[in-house]
């Protein structure tokens, strides 16, 4: 059944990504908090959307083609705000433009191997990739309106964030592409 409780966490995230979009055109500091708290919430739910549908043996199609949708959207559109509201700028804008470039590419991967019928398993350093991913964006959000640690700003530590992620992006969409193209071969 496509409509139980992980796949309307789903639904969720995926709603709650134009809030966080209009939240972030809000002054700061209110903006930055209140995106930042819509962006932890989307955050949990897609850890609990999975668990959950593991836990309760709920799993459906549905869920497998919505959740990684949903992650990708709310990346994608976390991060062109950030852009957009100067949230990053300048060379910080090469770690997201690599970031949504291996996003696009290993989701039109993905759909080419699913109409072969090969699946891509998700690694253990995509999970971090993806992990450090999301903590860089919500240190990003939070932006100037963060406190600072020592010497060290809540902005510069979602910019070097940013940067690790993109590293661990190219060396996930290469172990992709890698285990992609084996199988693009076969088939010609």
């Known amino acids: ?52 549908a593991r836990a309760w043996e709920q799993q459906s199609a549905m869920g497998r083609f919505l959740d990684p949708i949903a992650d990708k959207l709310l990346v994608s559109g976390v991060l062109l ?19 949504l470039f291996r996003e696009i590419l290993v989701s039109g991967l993905r759909e080419f191997l699913a109409e ?28 100037s309106a963060g406190p600072d640690f020592g010497s060290v700003t809540t902005l510069e530590i979602g910019i070097v964030s940013l940067w690790l992620a993109a590293i661990l992006t190219v060396g996930t969409g290469y172990d992709y592409m890698k285990a992609g193209m084996r199988h693009i071969s076969d088939t010609e």
């Open 116 to 143: 072969v019928r090969v699946k891509v398993p998700v690694t253990v350093l995509a999970k971090w990739k993806t992990t450090l991913q999301m903590l860089a964006l919500g240190f990003l959000l939070v932006g």
């Open 81 to 99: 705000m950030l852009v957009a509201t100067d949230g990053i700028s300048g060379l910080s804008v090469l770690p997201a433009g690599i970031i």
């Open 1 to 52: 059944m496509w409509l139980n409780l992980p796949n309307i966490l789903t639904f969720s995230r995926i709603g709650a990504i134009p809030v966080i979009v209009g939240l972030m055109f809000l002054p700061t500091p209110l903006g930055n908090w209140l995106s930042f708290s819509v962006y932890i919430y989307a955050c949990l739910t897609d850890f609990f959307d999975g668990y959950l």
